[in-house]
């Protein structure tokens, strides 16, 4: 059974809607966000918002909409992104079948973050529905490519001028917190470059895929520990992850060429550089004990710019505010170990926190738990309902009632 929501939402239209976001495969890469976009600004425009559609490169565009107040408030961003990680290989269902169970919808996407999309419309229709007007514009963005770092989504927008906001909420999923924080992250392509031969006679090559593993072994026992000593109140110290390797073309032949990505995260007041340079070196070291002829280069594929807010900041404690004035519980403070659009916004001066549906399950779970990204991801549809909820207080509370 539904909560008793102070607001009425059309918790029917909303799950429609959510499953119809979900069965949309906008797995990135490569995006394929175009049909989420039409989709959403046609929820929009429906709602009577100015809409459009911006493309930052061909096939990747993003929704920008603005419901005018009268004019004499502030202006209210509320932030999401349409595309999804690619589904695992442990589903125990279609990832793009939007099934519902036990009051969950479970999908690619379904957490991370079409929910947060599902609940900032259905809010606005909430809000239509109590026939109240705001002073203050509210901005819905919904964006492209947050899941490989943002720049063709929300940097691109906040690039062009496109959008300007007093404050702003991305509303990736949090539950029961407020995040005000997030990890950066530094992606790195490593290519080791040895010397083919015949697999019968191994000692007439360098095999690249060895040294790559000397490589491997390295940044995971000796730089990875070393970051350890790093320490921010609310974040994780920095982490290594290497995500995918390859190399040799044949299994009796020396492998002459490996590559392999490595994801490094960032704490606020790291440098991507710096972090780049501490990598090169440990590869440089090692081939400089090394008798064998071959050789290493280190290049940067992405970066995304780690992001924090005061906790005392008016944005996030209207966030606290307006959960506690649904939900009867407080609001924490948190944050999340992966990285999020909310930096781009910080970074152009807009005082952004992040708030979304989302539910922790056991009490003693990872704080930096969600099922993002994991095999048979779900969300509660009751937690959707209520986070529109919670936003239509937001926007009530922040942006005011007209005369």
Not at 378 to 394: F, K, M, P, T
Request: a negative charge; hydrophobic letters at 40%; glycine letters at 10%.
């Amino acid at each position: 059974m539904s909560e008793p929501f102070p607001y009425t939402i059309d918790e029917s239209g909303l799950r429609q809607f959510l499953s119809e976001l979900v069965r949309i495969p906008s797995v990135n890469p490569p995006g394929n966000e175009a049909p989420v976009a039409t989709l959403i600004a046609k929820k929009l425009k429906a709602l009577g918002f100015e809409t459009q559609i911006v493309e930052a490169a061909p096939g990747r565009p993003n929704v920008l909409g603005r419901l005018r107040g009268t004019g004499n408030g502030p202006s209210l961003l509320l932030n999401g992104h349409m595309d999804v990680q690619p589904p695992g290989n442990h589903w125990t269902r279609d990832p793009f079948a939007a099934e519902i169970e036990d009051a969950q919808l479970y999908g690619q996407g379904a957490m991370d973050m079409k929910a947060g999309l599902a609940a900032v419309i259905y809010a606005l229709d909430g809000l239509r529905r109590t026939g109240r007007k705001l002073t203050g514009d509210v901005i819905v963005t919904a964006v492209a490519d947050e899941v490989c770092g943002g720049h063709l989504g929300t940097g691109f927008i906040v690039a062009e001028g496109l959008v300007k906001a007093d404050m702003a909420v991305v509303c990736e999923p949090t539950g029961d917190t407020v995040r005000v924080a997030h990890r950066g992250a530094l992606w790195l392509e490593i290519e080791v470059s040895g010397k083919s031969a015949h697999g019968g006679r191994p000692w007439l090559g360098v095999n690249a895929l060895s040294k790559a593993a000397r490589i491997i072994t390295a940044l995971e026992d000796e730089l990875v520990p070393s970051l350890q000593d790093r320490t921010h109140p609310l974040l994780p110290a920095p982490t290594i992850n290497i995500g995918s390797l390859e190399g040799g073309t044949k299994v009796n032949l020396v492998a002459d060429r490996a590559v392999f990505q490595i994801d490094r995260r960032l704490l606020p007041g790291e440098q991507a550089n710096a972090a780049q340079s501490e990598v090169a070196e440990l590869c440089s070291a090692i081939r400089a004990a090394d008798a064998e002829e071959w050789s290493v280069d280190v290049r940067k594929l992405m970066h995304v710019t780690p992001g924090e807010i005061d906790p005392e900041a008016s944005i996030v404690k209207a966030c606290q505010a307006a959960h506690a004035a649904i939900t009867g519980e407080p609001a924490a403070i948190g944050s999340t170990a992966g990285f999020e659009d909310a930096h781009f916004l910080l970074d152009a001066g807009i005082p952004t926190a992040m708030y979304g549906p989302y539910r922790r399950t056991e009490p003693d779970q990872d704080p930096y738990f969600t099922n993002s990204g994991m095999a048979d991801e779900s969300v509660y549809l009751g937690d959707v309902a209520r986070a529109a909820c919670i936003y239509v207080q937001l926007m009530i509370d922040l942006l005011g009632e007209a005369q």
